[in-house]
T-cell receptor, first 114, second 115 residues
Framework: DGGITQSPKYLFRKEGQNVTLSCEQN?????MYWYRQDPGQGLRLIYY???????QKGDIAEGYSVSREKKESFPLTVTSAQKNPTAFYLC?????????????FGQGTRLTVV | AQKITQTQPGMFVQEKEAVTLDCTYD???????LFWYKQPSSGEMIFLIY??????QNATEGRYSLNFQKARKSANLVISASQLGDSAMYFC????????????FGAGTRLFVKA
């Protein structure tokens, strides 16, 4: 079945550590996205990538980094520079060039700083 | 700049009644797409309905319909015959060419369906 897989589902991080969240898709989508969601809040865009080896900052990129070495993969690293990383992280993918196709989402990773 | 506004943090509806969730948007691009997603407590995002800026008719998908008023830049979601399983967060979202096809989301509305 085609879809997006995020791992792990739950992640605990000590303060000062970097952690990497995995996102893999087999939908053959060119575009991939990372969103952050805080409790009771909307989705805020962290980074997005429209094509391999290229990505752009979203609204809240500080303290995060990404790579897009393969079409299928878009890992997100939460660095120690991110002061308040505890949140729910959602990865999504979509086609590009058309407006009428929805974004497909993974199941999310819940990150907690301990 | 792109912007999505959802002004209702929470809404209550009686089971079997209809409910309207509000969404206004802002974009300078004449071509755009509007989406609604449902997020149950499990956290997954479920696509509900799509409306294109040039579509002449309001979109419908089963119990979901979109009340699209282009001049007012509003795209309200109407859920008919509410069910207990409709209790969830609902997000309005938009894509346009100027924004590089990225999807932006509103703050969401939490819907509570009462038995």
């Amino acid at each position: 079945d085609g879809g997006i897989t995020q791992s792990p589902k739950y992640l605990f991080r000590k303060e000062g550590q970097n952690v990497t969240l995995s996102c893999e898709q087999n939908l053959n989508h060119d575009a991939m996205y990372w969103y952050r969601q805080d409790p009771g809040q909307g989705l805020r865009l962290i980074y997005y990538s429209q094509i391999v080896n290229d990505f752009q900052k979203g609204d809240i990129a500080e303290g995060y980094s990404v790579s897009r070495e393969k079409k299928e993969s878009f890992p997100l690293t939460v660095t120690s520079a991110q002061k308040n990383p505890t949140a729910f992280y959602l990865c999504a993918s979509s086609t590009t060039g058309t407006l009428n196709t929805e974004a497909f989402f993974g199941q999310g990773t819940r990150l907690t700083v301990v | 700049a792109q912007k999505i506004t959802q002004t209702q943090p929470g809404m209550f509806v009686q089971e079997k009644e209809a409910v309207t969730l509000d969404c206004t948007y802002d974009t300078s691009d004449p071509s755009y797409g509007l989406f609604w997603y449902k997020q149950p407590s499990s956290g997954e995002m479920i696509f509900l309905i799509y409306q294109g800026s040039y579509d002449q008719q309001n979109a419908t998908e089963g119990r979901y319909s979109l009340n699209f008023q282009k001049a007012r830049k509003s795209a309200n979601l109407v859920i008919s015959a509410s069910q207990l399983g409709d209790s969830a967060m609902y997000f309005c979202a938009m894509r346009d060419y100027t924004g590089g096809f990225k999807t932006i989301f509103g703050a969401g509305t939490r819907l509570f369906v009462k038995a």
